[in-house]
């Protein structure tokens, strides 16, 4: 049993692999401000598992907070979630991304490093790969970003991978998670992102449940079958399962590990709507829209170097993510309607 500082971890991926430690006899620890998440998440881990996470409420950025965390919690290792996520905001306010993403990472290093501690599991994305010239991507694709989020990934893997190269001691691994979906199978976390939600899952799940009026399918001639976007969908806990494996992993090695977290199947925008449709049995409203400046055709994983390193693989289904997110979605709506009566 290890005691695990989850950064982030009351946010959406978060919260899962807080599931998957726990249930995997670990210790998780919890770090959040709370910017795009809410303290409830901790009422629900711990209905799912019967253990509360520990809590400390804080920014990534506050390095005291942080000496503070590793030191009276006795940290193992660290899983860094916490970072803004979205590619449009990103493009507006590019400096507030820098500054969680890359100023938060290197807060985070120098306190690990005073802590001596050495253990660190970091969250890319597929952004890191900007338009591959084929699929699926491979972890030795070049990389490059064509929007400030994907900087802030790209930059922290390199910032990572000097780490490795000079400091001896270092067990990193760098994950580049395809496109998460669904949610735990109780329906009592998932994705709520605080506004309107900027990826595909949610926004499908609130225009099933009526709350928003349409999907906008920006783009419908690009070259795959359908002529919409065709992305690697995973189901969120798989995904948080695959940091299990990968602590494991860097555990066992030390140096530097870099895998895909994905399925290795492609599924365009209109096929993941026709799955959601079919789970939930609403119909889902959508109208074509121009594409957007930031999109790019297709993404999805060679997932393999995952499975020969860490022996991880993604075993749920499309019908699975989509299931799962419909009855987080009914949960939080149920909720929702309770809390308006009870306020009048
Ligand atoms: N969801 C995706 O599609 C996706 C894809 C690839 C990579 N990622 C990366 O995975 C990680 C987790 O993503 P997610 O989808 O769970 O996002 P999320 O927004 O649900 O979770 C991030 C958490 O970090 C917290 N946070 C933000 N700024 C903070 C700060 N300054 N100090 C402390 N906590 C802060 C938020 O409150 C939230 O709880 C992020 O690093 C993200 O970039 C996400």
Redesign the pocket.
């Known amino acids: 049993m290890a005691n695990i500082l989850v950064?982030?971890g009351?946010?959406?991926?978060?919260a899962h692999t807080c599931v998957a430690l726990m249930n995997a006899g670990h210790n998780p620890v919890i770090?959040?401000?709370?910017?795009?998440?809410s303290p409830q998440v901790l009422d629900r881990l711990e209905r799912i598992t019967g253990q509360r996470p520990v809590l400390v409420q804080?920014?990534?950025?506050d390095r005291l907070a942080l000496d503070c965390a590793l030191e009276a919690h006795r940290i193992d290792a660290v899983i860094h979630?916490?970072?803004?996520?979205a590619v449009g905001e990103s493009a507006e306010i590019p400096v507030d991304y820098y500054s969680?993403n890359i100023g938060?990472l290197l807060t985070l290093i120098e306190a690990m490093t005073s802590a001596n501690i050495r253990k660190l599991v970091f969250?890319?994305?597929?952004n890191v790969y900007g338009e591959p010239a084929s699929v699926p991507v491979r972890e030795d694709f070049p990389l490059s970003a064509g929007n400030p989020y994907g900087r802030t990934?790209l930059m922290g893997e390199m910032i990572l991978g000097d780490l490795a190269a000079t400091q001896t001691g270092w067990h990193i691994a760098r994950l580049r998670?395809f496109?998460?979906l669904g949610a735990h199978e109780s329906g009592l976390i998932g994705?709520a992102?605080n506004g309107i939600p900027s990826?595909i899952g949610p926004y499908v799940a609130k225009v099933a449940a009526r709350e928003l009026p349409e999907v906008s399918v920006f783009g419908d001639d690009y070259d795959t079958p359908d002529g919409t976007g065709v992305r690697d969908f995973i189901h969120v806990m798989d995904l948080a399962e695959g940091h299990i494996a990968a602590l494991d992993g860097i555990w066992a090695a030390p140096g530097l590990t870099t895998v895909n977290l994905g399925t290795g199947k492609g599924c365009s925008v209109l096929e993941l709507i026709h799955a959601f449709e079919a789970q939930s049995g609403r119909r889902i409203p959508y109208r074509i829209a121009p594409r957007r400046p930031a999109d790019i055709a297709q993404s999805y994983a060679d997932p393999s170097l995952a499975e020969k390193l860490l022996g991880w693989k993604a075993s749920r289904s499309l019908a699975d993510m989509c299931r799962d997110t419909w009855r987080w979605q009914m949960n939080s709506s149920a909720a929702g309607e309770e809390d308006r009566a009870l306020t009048g």
């Open positions: 950064t982030g009351a946010g959406y991926i978060g770090l959040d401000n709370f910017h795009n998440s804080a920014d990534i950025r979630f916490a970072a803004l996520k969680v938060g969250s890319s994305s597929a990934k998670y496109n998460p994705e992102p990826n």
